[in-house]
């Protein structure tokens, strides 16, 4: 999971200090990737896949997974983006300017459903986001 997993989707942490994030936020974020594991029934191996962004031979489940994990963070509500919710939490990791560029780019996304919608704007913001920041991410 990725940042949008941001993101991933899938989930992203950056490192604590940086942006100040808490064990506990952190182990919160950690739940919410674990739930949805449980509940759209896809493998760790699936997620790890999705978060190091291997967008071949994708299970309708890990689309749903990446839905799950974006509607618990709030980035996405009922399929669709949550503009500000992004950029606050996104803004912390990669620099608001940077964010609202992508977001340009990628909100507009849509897919044939919610699962979908959520899965292809978590390829847009993984193919966006430079490889620096992807160096700040941590698998959860």
Excluded: H, W
């Excluded at 594991?37 to 962004?53: P, R, S, Y």
């Excluded at 071949?56 to 509607?71: G, H, M, Q, R, Y």
């Excluded at 507009?108 to 978590?122: E, I, M, N, P, R």
């Amino acid at each position: 999971m990725n940042v949008f997993l941001v993101f991933a989707a899938v989930a992203a942490l950056a490192y604590a200090d940086a942006v100040g994030l808490t064990n506990e936020k952190i182990a919160e974020i950690r739940q919410k990737a674990k739930a949805c594991v449980e509940q759209e029934g896809v493998t760790k191996e699936q997620a790890i896949a999705l978060k190091a962004g291997n967008f071949t031979d994708i299970d309708p489940k890990v689309k749903c997974f990446a839905n799950c994990f974006l509607e618990k963070s709030g980035l996405v509500i009922n399929g669709q983006v949550q503009p500000a919710v992004v950029l606050a939490k996104l803004g912390l990791l990669a620099g608001k300017d940077l964010v609202k560029d992508v977001q340009a780019k990628c909100d507009s996304v849509k897919g044939a459903d919610k699962c979908d919608t959520s899965f292809q704007l978590y390829k847009c913001y993984k193919a966006k986001l430079p490889a620096k920041f992807e160096e700040q991410i941590k698998i959860i």
